[in-house]
């Protein structure tokens, strides 16, 4: 079935260390959602790229869309406690009508 | 704004038992999503509506689950009859058009079928 792919699953820094996770598809994705989720809580959505090359930032979040809109990448910039949580993309297949999770990526940070 | 509202939060159920689960989007969007967290398998999308018409339940698990959306207002979910492996997070989201905008979720309602 469609899938999109998340790593790495899980991810431990220290308090001021950078934090990236990328995102794969093998198929052409008409567009990526990023999404938060804090432990305990639900999803909350960050941004949508729909651009080939897009790149956006959000304070210290880059998110970057792929030149073949395959994969995608969210990177932090000297994380804090806040960031803890798990960071989902959410991609649409170029033909397809539905979102489709990846799997996450946990981040913890260490203070 | 209230947001999306689901109901009850937390359900505890034994094996057999028919689990109805509630959710009543945000006013104005016309899109409803409803998914299942696991550790197993993640984000999972069961169902979703657009205009309270199904457009794609390829992710309902099996005969066990049934979901309505009988006005713009109010989904349900419904698993009759529950199973231990029904165990999981069941989250709404609402959304102003389809799948391509960004999705609100609602906190979510946690079953546990014994």
């Known amino acids: 079935g469609q899938q999109v792919m998340q790593i790495p699953q899980y991810q431990h820094v220290q308090e001021g260390e950078d934090f990236t996770t990328y995102c794969n598809s093998s198929?052409?994705?008409?567009?990526i959602q990023w999404y938060k989720q804090r432990p305990g809580g639900h999803p909350v959505f960050l941004i949508q790229l729909v651009k080939s090359g897009e790149v956006k930032k959000q304070k210290r979040l880059t998110f970057q869309f792929g030149e073949a809109k395959k994969n995608s990448s969210l990177h932090i910039t000297a994380t804090q406690t806040t960031d803890v949580g798990t960071y989902f993309c959410?991609?649409?297949?170029?033909?397809?009508?539905?979102?489709?999770f990846g799997a996450g990526t946990i981040l913890r940070v260490k203070s | 704004d209230a947001g999306v509202i689901q109901s009850p939060r937390h359900e505890v159920t034994e094996m057999g038992q028919e689990v109805t689960l509630r959710c009543k989007p945000i006013s104005g969007h016309n899109s409803l999503f409803w998914y299942r967290q696991t550790m197993m398998r993640g984000l999972e999308l069961l169902i979703y509506?657009?205009?309270?018409?199904?457009?794609?339940d390829s992710g309902m698990p099996e005969d066990r689950f049934s979901a309505k959306m009988p006005n713009a207002s109010f989904s349900t979910l419904k698993i009759q009859p529950s199973e231990p492996r029904d165990s999981a997070v069941y989250f709404c989201a609402s959304s102003i058009g389809a799948s391509s905008y960004e999705q609100y979720f609602g906190p979510g309602t946690r079953l546990t079928v014994t």
């Open positions: 509506f657009n205009n309270n018409v199904p457009i794609d």
């Open positions: 198929t052409t994705l008409s567009n």
């Open positions: 959410a991609g649409i297949m170029e033909y397809g009508n539905k979102l489709v």
